[in-house]
């Protein structure tokens, strides 16, 4: 689902099945084709950018972007804490980043 900007262009086929809106026109949905749901991620992101780190570096993005993807995807509140938290462990289980790393 996209909008009508042009970087968007030939994206539909092979993988893609791209569906998309005319902002530009006044129009926003059609049928299933609608941008708020991408515009809701971008929304939450920015917020726990400016509201929890008040700051990311550009080399730790893709990091603070998985977190929030992980929130996003995993935090269904009607799932127990236990089961969100068992989820969180699996996926965290192997990966280490050492001082020096992050740091570097």
Known sequence: MTDDHKAYDG????VFRQQSVNHSAGE??????????IESVWAVL?????GVYHHASVKHLGRYVDEFAFRLNEG???RHTLERLASFADK????RITYKELTA
């Open 76 to 78: 269904n509140v009607k």
């Open 46 to 50: 920015k917020r726990g950018l400016h």
């Open 11 to 14: 994206l539909d086929g092979g």
């Open 92 to 95: 965290v289980v192997g990966k």
């Open 28 to 37: 926003y949905v059609r049928g299933m084709a609608h941008t708020n749901g």
